[in-house]
């Protein structure tokens, strides 16, 4: 596209997404590049205390951020899974826990084999989870291994105040040489080619980069209202539209893991932190009013509400080119998925590795933006059938409303070949690279209804008195690890 060294990098917009996004650009390419951050105090952030997935581990530790200083410094708790309330029916819960579930034999998952034992309640499964056994007692450990066992040990990830992250990462970043300005955009001038020469702030200031990095959330401030890059739209598959977000009080009780709850017309969140416990309640429009959201958010608070619950519209979907011309969006600005997974932090996690892998040397390439736009597409599209999942396969005794609709729905092909085989041999298919594990999809099917009607015959190579001997090894191998856990208070205090 051009030759021209890339050195100036222009990132608008803060928040965590931003500084996430400076903090890692300043720490791989040291001084290789020359970082300017413009975010306003007068523009408010979306994030309202945060719930991740395992990965964020691994940015951290590319960081050099220690864990403890993480936890102390963003008020953060340990999280072990996630736990579905009331999605099926007669009010069942069910939990997609991280890590292994029990443990696999050869090139056989270890589900097969529970299959084969033909147990009588499906929440047997959940019997074989260390994380999950662990997180329905309040108890967290650091451990990669089941002491003298081969058992893998605890995958965990956490709650945190999103806030406290970015002013973190801010710190970070500022003691890397990492510019920030202070100031809201007015105008944009485009080069003959339509990429982006500068940014002009109300204050009058002008500022000039080689490469612009798009973090202004929802507003999309340069992908959209400047280039106008397209949105592919994904709310006929993913109905809830609306959110309304509150803190409050702390529950006495500090439990490892997200709640997500089923109401009529939407689900709630809970994630607790140490110094507060975050809430929110995604919701369709169509079928709940702002008002009747509200109150009914209010009325499921663990204590009293520390703030006005905030009103916060999204459309679900992505960006159709999240790389274009010389503009990189990430986070909120490349597309939204609802939190129901915890992944929004995860996509703006991966966006900056997949940008770090292929960044621009000497000059712009097509091939580079390409394959970063190919990368993105597949993965939020990945990442959308699992979320379609929980809504197709509800089984909430409800009629004509959201959930009545997303049981009806025409889903995608990609994700009706997922659910059609795991019901019919109990095999779940992954491509390479995806986003959520094996153990992941067979949780969540299993939970929500889905009985595989066969498993692997691999799995007939062990004899039943055999099979039934190893099961229940590993229920007990679990059993006695959770029982020699601190409580993840005791945990949270010895930092």
Same mark, same amino acid.
């Given at each position: 596209m051009n030759n021209k060294k890339i050195e100036d990098i222009v990132i608008v917009g803060g928040g965590t997404s931003g500084w996430m996004t400076a903090a890692m650009l300043a720490k791989l390419f040291k001084h290789q590049l020359k970082i300017t951050l413009v975010e306003s105090e007068d523009i408010g952030t979306i994030g309202v205390g945060e719930a991740t997935i395992p990965p964020l581990q691994i940015f951290n530790n590319v960081l050099g951020i220690k864990e403890s200083d993480f936890i102390k410094q963003t008020q953060a708790t340990f999280k072990l899974g996630i736990e579905f309330e009331n999605w099926g029916n007669n009010q069942q819960n069910?939990?997609?826990?991280?890590?292994?579930i029990g443990k696999d034999i050869g090139f056989t998952q270890f589900h097969h084999y529970w299959k084969k034992s033909n147990p009588a309640d499906v929440k047997q499964f959940w019997d074989f989870s260390l994380n999950y056994q662990a997180a *329905?007692?309040?108890?967290?450990? /650091?451990?990669?291994?089941?002491?003298?066992?081969? +058992?893998?040990? /605890?995958?965990?990830?956490?709650?945190?105040?999103?806030? +406290?992250?970015?002013? %973190?990462?801010?710190?970070?970043? =500022?003691?890397?040489?990492?510019?920030?300005? =202070?100031g809201l955009i007015t105008t944009t001038e485009l080069s003959d080619d339509g990429s982006i020469e500068t940014i002009g702030l109300k204050n009058g200031q002008s500022i000039k980069g080689d490469l612009f990095i798009d973090c202004s959330g929802f507003s999309a401030l340069l992908i959209e209202k400047q280039l106008q890059v397209g949105f592919e739209n994904w709310q006929h598959w993913l109905p809830c539209d609306s959110a309304y977000a509150v803190p409050c =009080?702390? #529950? =006495?009780? %500090?439990?490892?893991?997200?709640?997500? /709850?089923?109401?009529?017309?939407?689900?709630?969140?809970?994630?607790?932190?140490?110094?507060?416990?975050?809430?929110? %309640?995604?919701?369709?429009?169509k079928y709940l009013s702002d008002e009747k959201a509200k109150s009914l958010l209010l009325d499921n608070l663990d204590g009293k509400a520390l703030a006005e619950p905030r009103k916060i519209n999204f459309k679900t979907g992505r960006r159709e080119q999240q790389w274009y011309k010389n503009c990189v969006a990430i986070g909120l600005s490349s597309g939204f998925l609802e939190p129901l997974e915890s992944t929004s932090l995860h996509l703006v996690q991966s966006a900056i590795i997949r940008l770090t892998k292929l960044f621009p040397h000497n000059g712009i390439q097509q091939a580079n933006v390409d394959e970063f736009n190919r990368q993105s597409k597949l993965e939020f599209e990945q990442i959308r059938d699992f979320i379609i999942l929980h809504y197709h396969l509800n089984q909430k005794e409800t009629h004509n409303d959201l959930w009545q609709q997303c049981r009806d729905m025409d889903i995608p092909q990609s994700l009706k070949q997922k659910i059609a085989l795991f019901e019919q041999t109990g095999t779940v298919m992954r491509q390479q690279d995806e986003l959520f594990t094996e153990a992941a999809w067979v949780q969540v099917m299993l939970g929500q209804g889905i009985i595989p009607k066969d498993y692997?015959? %691999? #799995?007939?190579?062990?004899?039943?008195?055999?099979?039934?001997?190893? +099961?229940?090894?590993? *229920?007990?191998?679990?059993?006695? #690890?959770?029982?020699?856990?601190?409580?993840h208070q005791q945990f949270i205090d010895k930092l």
């Open positions: 069910y939990m997609h826990a991280f890590g292994n *329905k007692n309040n108890k967290f450990s /650091i451990m990669d291994q089941v002491q003298g066992t081969p +058992l893998a040990g /605890i995958t965990h990830a956490y709650h945190f105040d999103a806030n +406290l992250y970015a002013k %973190l990462l801010r710190q970070y970043s =500022e003691n890397l040489s990492v510019k920030r300005i =202070e =009080e702390r #529950a =006495e009780e %500090l439990t490892p893991y997200t709640r997500s /709850i089923a109401h009529d017309a939407g689900w709630q969140w809970r994630i607790p932190l140490q110094h507060r416990t975050g809430n929110g %309640l995604v919701y369709c429009s692997n015959p %691999l #799995a007939n190579s062990i004899q039943d008195a055999d099979l039934s001997e190893f +099961l229940v090894n590993v *229920k007990q191998i679990i059993n006695r #690890a959770v029982n020699t856990m601190p409580s």
